[in-house]
């Protein structure tokens, strides 16, 4: 059974940094891109970034580039994100989503169950 | 930034009938449009890929349709569990999903 279970939210003051994990298992992390994706309470979803298969491609959000950092550890089946420069724009629940397809599809068909981040002073 | 305008943000219809959610893109997509739908403390769950695929295990009541800037999921007889919030996401220009459309029992 594929699951993913992030950890490494929490409470964080504005300008901080958080560390963000992704536990994978039930298939092998190595064989698929990786997104984290987010969502605001009470508000919709919104794609944060992914890695490639070996981290050799990474893309980001307009609103998280230059203060956020995805990386992946295939060895240990875990995935990171790495928070920097954080806002109070940043509270939400990150999910870490697997792609649909070995290749590369852009579809998100599994998903942690999340971990929820709150910026405030 | 590629902006998907779901609408209506809210739909009321009864166990049985018939829901068409509509999502329309800021420019051409092709078919890299996707829906997923989510209940509340839940993760979200893949229906739809490539405009029209189910994805595995999706029952053959939902349905989706469309291409270019104008895509429709359809949900022929709704059942209990599908009152629930859905989203649209396109993947052309970088990734990015709709603002939702509640589904509710009326």
């Known amino acids: 059974e594929v699951q993913l279970v992030e950890s490494g939210g929490g409470l964080v003051q504005p300008g901080g940094s958080l560390r963000l994990s992704c536990a994978a298992s039930g298939f092998m992390l190595s064989d698929y891109w990786m997104n984290w994706v987010r969502q605001a309470p009470g508000r919709g979803l919104e794609w944060v970034a992914n890695?490639?298969?070996?981290?050799?491609?990474?893309h980001y959000g307009d609103s998280v580039r230059g203060r956020f950092t995805i990386s992946r550890d295939n060895a240990k089946n875990s995935l990171h994100l790495q928070m920097n420069s954080l806002t109070v724009e940043d509270t939400a629940v990150y999910f870490c989503?697997?792609?649909?397809?070995?290749?590369?599809?852009?579809?998100?068909?599994?998903w942690g169950q999340g971990t929820l981040v709150t910026v405030s002073s | 930034e590629t902006v998907l305008t779901q609408s209506p943000a809210t739909l009321s219809l009864s166990p049985g009938e018939r829901a068409t959610l509509s999502c329309r893109a800021s420019?051409?997509?092709?078919?890299?449009l996707g829906w997923y739908q989510q209940k509340p403390g839940q993760a979200p769950r893949l229906l739809i890929f490539g405009a029209s695929n189910r994805a595995a295990g999706i029952p053959a009541r939902f349905s989706g349709g469309g291409s270019g800037t104008d895509f429709t999921l359809t949900i022929s007889s709704l059942e209990p569990e599908d009152f629930a919030v859905y989203y649209c996401?396109?993947?052309?220009?970088?990734?990015?999903f709709g603002q939702g459309t509640r589904l509710e029992i009326k």
């Open positions: 420019q051409s997509l092709g078919t890299s």
């Open positions: 890695i490639k298969q070996d981290g050799g491609k990474i």
């Open positions: 996401q396109q993947h052309s220009y970088s990734i990015t």
């Open positions: 989503a697997r792609d649909q397809s070995t290749g590369w599809s852009d579809y998100f068909d599994n």
